[in-house]
């Protein structure tokens, strides 16, 4: 007798997720090479909900289209909704799989193109995050402006820097970022009309030439303890700014991240740490009473 419909089991019970965090950002790497389907965006709100496996981001993995390529990355935030891109989260990937087969280098790909990840050391890693895209229409910005200067006109704040990493960011650099209430203003910016697939919001404090403090607060998750693709969007807007060279240390909350934007190739290249929680089971507990839309 067939279960269907409602009744049918949430294929995702019996899967093991991997709990990790890259300096503090809380990822959750689950593993579906093979298995031929991807979570549901309500799939995704459950585990987030789940106790104990709230995650910032999750990292799905699929079956990679290319030979040299070890997995396909879709990403997914806590609201369900997906970013192409996800540095920290790259890098506890890199480590899932590098335990896997003892590769010191790594072929990812998500739908915002590929990345060449090298191990560090037991624990550190250092991804290509490919070159940052500048236009308006990249981004993207509703219309046509200088995306060096976005005025926003909100909350006091400084124009913004607007840079994509495979995902969207506005920088907005101050004199002290602990001015300024990001709980409040984050949700308000990342919803700006001026941004039509949303936007991840950073407030930036430069320290020095190469050092400099970051919040970000994050499209479809909210404020995180760190964000490897703002902190490269950082060191992009900082270079471009005149107010960092090429090399930076960005200091999050749950810690510190290297960017250097290599003058050669135009690249981000962005090493930092990863940290290993825990490995658990999915139940049927997680997806009971789970939203439909
Ligand atoms: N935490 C991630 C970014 C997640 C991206 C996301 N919030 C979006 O663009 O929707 C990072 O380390 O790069």
């Not at 001026?194 to 919040?215: E, G, T, V, W, Y």
């Not at 700014?241 to 190739?265: T, Y």
Request: aromatic share 6%; charged share 20%; glycine share 10%.
């Amino acid at each position: 007798m067939g279960l269907s419909g409602a009744f049918a089991q949430n294929p995702l019970v019996g899967r093991e997720v991997h709990k990790m965090n890259g300096a503090g950002n809380a990822i959750l790497v689950l593993d579906l090479r093979g298995a031929g389907f991807l979570p549901r965006p309500e799939d995704a709100r459950a585990l987030a909900r789940a106790p104990g496996l709230a995650y910032d981001q999750l990292m799905v993995l699929g079956d990679a289209a290319a030979r040299d390529e070890t997995a396909f990355m879709t990403i997914f935030n806590q609201d369900g909704s997906r970013s192409a891109s996800c540095g920290n989260g790259t890098r506890c990937v890199a480590h899932y799989l590098a335990e896997q087969t003892g590769a010191t280098e790594l072929r990812l790909a998500t739908s915002a193109g590929k990345l060449k990840v090298s191990r560090e050391g037991p624990l550190a890693y250092t991804v290509d995050m490919g070159p940052p895209r500048l236009g308006w229409r990249d981004i993207p910005l509703a219309r046509e402006v200088d995306t060096a200067s976005v005025e926003l006109g909100h909350f006091g704040l400084p124009s913004a820097s607007c840079v994509s990493m495979g995902n969207p960011h506005a920088i907005f650099f101050v004199e002290e970022i602990d001015a300024f209430n990001l709980e409040v203003i984050g949700p308000k910016l990342e919803f700006d009309p001026m941004f039509p697939q949303r936007a991840n919001i950073s407030l930036a404090q430069p320290l020095a030439s190469d050092h400099i403090r970051l919040k970000v607060w994050e499209r479809g998750t909210g404020l995180t303890l760190a964000c490897g693709t703002a902190a490269c969007a950082t060191g992009v807007a900082a270079a471009r700014a005149g107010l960092a060279g090429r090399f930076a240390r960005i200091s999050l909350p749950g810690g510190d991240l290297l960017i250097h934007w290599r003058e050669a190739d135009d690249h981000v290249e962005m090493t930092g740490p990863v940290e290993v929680e825990f490995s658990r089971v999915l139940d049927a507990a997680v997806f009971s009473g789970q939203d439909e839309s």
